[in-house]
């Protein structure tokens, strides 16, 4: 019976699963491959490279965020509710927060959850710069939340018993919060964990509607070394690509390039077509392993040229 034909979709599907299970550190071609009943370099000739499908994958799971309409709801529900959805996201996806920090996770999925990011407060009254902050304040908490929540969770996980000792031991000399540490210790950890997001949340949301009230969305605060917002520009002198003098033609060192096609395999230590494939002959021959991918670049995924303006501003939004 003839074996199905693989596409890159069913890669990316397989490679959430491979790193939700193992991180970001766990997924190999080689690996990918064997869970796939293919050769590594099937991998190779779908996704191009590791750090290509690493940043699939990232924005295949930005896909799973239900968006709240800010009109029907109001921009509060709508907030509370993409900030919750986020969080449960990632929560899902452990490796997607280290991953943003280290490849340039940006495409469609992505620039969804971004668009609709700013409509929510953009409704709520917020303009220029203020509806920047507004967006990337919701979204730092989420990001930060979740991987200080991962990386304690790993912690307690390793060494519990000395953790706490040494915790307690430390905590003694301090009145305060020897106090609090005893009070907590008898909680259940989720419900904590529950709580702190409910309360980290609203306070957020909180702080933003004083901001709405106390002096309104027109007038943008810049920071001392960030110019104010500028204003539109046209005719001989605007930001045009290829410009080297514009603020567009800026070179973006985003990490490796999807466009890098089979063969190169840059992003595994070593010789990383050898490493991973073994060679020829290594697993099972696939039969659409030969010549270019025709899609192995993702969508949304600039090649390593000079940065757009759209990658500048998800750089410093999220990054």
Do not use: C
């Not at 299970?21 to 190999?28: D, T, W």
């Not at 989720?190 to 980290?200: D, I, M, P, V, Y």
């Amino acid at each position: 019976m003839p074996r199905e034909t693989l596409n890159r979709d069913q890669i990316v599907d397989a490679a959430i699963e491979l790193l939700d299970e193992e991180g970001i550190e766990g997924l190999s071609m080689r690996r990918l491959g064997k869970r796939l009943n293919s050769a590594a370099t099937a991998m190779y000739w779908h996704v191009g490279s590791k750090e290509n499908l690493v940043v699939l994958a990232g924005d295949r799971v930005w896909g799973e965020v239900e968006l709240v309409d800010p009109q029907e709801s109001g921009w509060r529900a709508a907030a509370r509710a993409l900030v919750s959805e986020t969080y449960a996201m990632v929560k899902r996806h452990p490796w997607l927060v280290p991953a943003i920090s280290t490849h340039f996770v940006y495409g469609p999925g992505m620039a969804r959850f971004q668009d609709h990011s700013y409509a929510i407060y953009e409704v709520a009254g917020f303009q220029g710069r203020d509806l920047d902050w507004a967006m990337n304040t919701a979204f730092t908490f989420v990001a930060g939340t979740a991987l200080l929540d991962a990386t304690q969770a790993a912690a307690a996980k390793a060494d519990a018993d000395d953790i706490a000792a040494q915790a307690d031991q430390i905590a003694a000399q301090y009145p305060r919060l020897k106090e609090r540490m005893a009070v907590l210790g008898g909680a259940d950890p989720a419900e904590l964990l529950s709580q702190k997001f409910a309360f980290g949340l609203e306070t957020i949301l909180d702080g933003l509607e004083a901001r709405l009230r106390g002096q309104g969305s027109r007038s943008p605060v810049a920071a001392p070394d960030l110019p104010a917002e500028p204003e539109a520009r046209s005719g001989r002198g605007a930001d045009e690509p290829g410009d080297a003098g514009a603020g567009s033609g800026a070179r973006t060192d985003a990490p490796g390039d999807a466009g890098a096609g089979p063969g190169t395999g840059a992003d595994e230590s070593g010789d990383a077509r050898a490493d991973e494939s073994g060679g020829p002959g290594t697993g099972p021959e696939d039969a659409t392993a030969t010549g270019p991918a025709p899609d192995a670049r993702p969508a949304g995924r600039p090649r390593r040229t000079t940065a757009s303006a759209a990658s500048q501003s998800v750089r410093g939004l999220f990054h």
